[in-house]
């Protein structure tokens, strides 16, 4: 859906191809087995695959247009009818790569907000290294992905996280005091830990680190680590 500025790119669950063929032609033990999940279908040919480093979050990135990209789940909001039209003015005028807010948590999450409680304010890259920002809460320019790359899909629960990191330690990244939207915490990324990427991570920050010996603004993070 497009109109004026913006467009709305949606993936719908249970409305794929995987999905219609199932339906179409699986047994009732197929459909027993896998009927309530979201299936995708893959149709090659010979030399051909499918790439996972090529695949982008909600399989949106690849047809967004737009500058800036905003990723919502569908159990997700925008916190209020307005949240839009007070964002736009700062993705105009702002030189970050990345514009990011705060949601308002729906449900109990392992950060321990309340629901209905605030999540999370200015996050500086020390903190990033223990805690995620939202994704909900965050604009990303369209072409940071062509720069970095897009998300690991090695990460299943929190590949958003790893990117994110990379981001921080390579473009300038702007917090500002909005509630963008309202996270419905009901995924498994907001109830569990992916075992990967803790287990990954202090080999990542070490090796983000070694890169930059002279950048002063790190010397305190690099003496603490």
Not at 52 to 77: F, H, K, N, Y
Not at 123 to 148: G, T
Request: hydrophobic share 40%; with cysteine.
């Amino acid at each position: 859906l497009t109109w004026g500025d913006y467009s709305i790119r949606m993936r719908r669950g249970g409305g794929g191809l995987g999905n219609a063929a199932l339906r179409a032609s699986g047994t009732p033990e197929q459909q027993q087995k896998w009927g309530g999940l979201c299936l995708a279908m893959a149709i090659t040919e010979p030399g051909c695959g499918s790439d996972p480093s090529q695949v982008a979050t909600s399989a949106v990135l690849d047809a967004a247009r737009g500058e800036w990209v905003l990723i919502l789940g569908s159990d997700d909001r925008l916190h209020a009818t307005d949240t839009l039209a007070t964002i736009v003015p700062l993705l105009q005028t702002s030189t970050a790569a990345v514009i990011y807010g705060d949601v308002r948590m729906m449900a109990p999450n392992q950060n321990r907000v309340p629901v209905g409680g605030r999540y999370a304010g200015l996050m500086s890259l020390e903190r990033l290294l223990a805690d995620n920002i939202c994704q909900q809460s965050m604009f990303y320019r369209r072409r940071v992905f062509a720069e970095l790359g897009l998300f690991d899909l090695r990460y299943r629960l929190h590949a958003d996280w790893e990117f994110n990191l990379r981001l921080a330690f390579q473009r300038p990244m702007q917090w500002v005091d909005v509630i963008v939207a309202d996270y419905a915490a009901t995924g498994m990324s907001a109830t569990r830990r992916d075992e990967q990427l803790a287990a990954e991570m202090p080999e990542m920050i070490r090796r983000e680190l070694a890169r930059r010996p002279y950048d002063r603004a790190l010397w305190p993070l690099q003496r603490r680590l």
